[in-house]
Each structure stands twice: as C-alpha cells, then as structure tokens.
C-alpha cells in the first residue's frame, strides 16, 4: 500500500511568494500552469496605504469569479480595515466591512480601487475556470 505522502503530497501547496511591493504581496497564484486541471485561484495581502491604488481595471471573463476581501483584526473580523472601490456592471460599491463576491460569467466588473488602508487587507479570488483570462 502506498503511503499518502508519496501518492498526494502534489496537491498540498505551499511555494508561496513573499516578495512585497508597493501594494503588498501577491501570494500565490494556483490555475493548470502550477497543477494540470487545478482552477484558478488568487491570493494576495495589500499593505496600509493612505494613497488610492488601482489594482486592475474594468474587465469580464467567460466564466463566474468569487472575489473576496478580509480584514486583519482579529478582534472584530467584518472591519476591513479600509476602503475599497469595487464596480459591477455600472454600479459602484465602497467596501468598509469584509465580503465575499459573485461576479456571474460576462459581468463586466472593476476598477479595484484600494482607496485606503489602515492594516493589511487579505483578498483571494477565484475562478471555475483552470486560467484567468481577461
């Protein structure tokens, strides 16, 4: 019998970025090119900013996208922390408290606008689809 760590140890990944920038840390990034058949997945942390940043512009994909953004206290979770802009469609939301977010296929959506940060903000989003493709 095989032992597990030799038959699945593929699918637990952990070669994580931690090179920083300006905006913060893009930290892993998983679709078919890291793991053949995998779906897209992002992750990243934005560091305190005062200064607006425009993270990606205004796009829609061919299939459906989970974006999500987390505030780091862990004394009260909903905060954020900061302010982000984030459009669907023609409307514009600001974001102040953590949130999840189902954008369906072909919804236009962004600018993604870090307007402010006070602590780090942690966002993934995710694809069914096995590559993010603008």
């Given at each position: 019998m095989?032992?597990a760590?030799?038959?699945?140890?593929?699918y637990?990944?952990?070669?994580?970025?931690?090179?920083?920038?300006?905006?913060?840390?893009?930290m892993?990034r998983l679709d078919?090119?890291?793991?053949?058949?995998?779906p897209y997945l992002?992750?990243?942390?934005?560091w305190p900013?005062s200064?607006?940043?425009e993270?990606?512009g205004?796009h829609?994909?061919d299939f459906?996208?989970?974006?999500?953004f987390f505030?780091?206290?862990?004394?009260?979770?909903?905060?954020?922390?900061?302010?982000?802009e984030?459009?669907m469609?023609?409307?514009?939301f600001?974001l102040?408290q953590?949130?999840i977010i189902?954008v369906?296929?072909?919804?236009?959506h962004?600018p993604?606008?870090?307007?402010?940060a006070d602590?780090?903000?942690?966002h993934?989003?995710?694809g069914?689809?096995?590559k993010?493709?603008?």
């Open positions: 095989k032992m760590q030799e038959e699945y140890a593929r637990l990944l952990g070669n994580f970025n931690t090179n920083r920038d300006d905006k913060g840390i893009h892993f078919e090119n890291v793991l053949k058949g995998a992002d992750c990243a942390w934005f900013t200064t607006p940043i993270i990606i205004s829609s994909h459906e996208e989970v974006i999500a505030g780091a206290d862990a004394q009260n979770p909903l905060d954020l922390g900061g302010e982000i984030f459009w469609g023609e409307e514009r600001i102040t953590s949130k189902f369906p296929k072909n919804v236009k962004c993604l606008i870090i307007r402010k602590r780090p903000i942690f993934f989003s995710f069914v689809s096995t993010y493709v603008l």
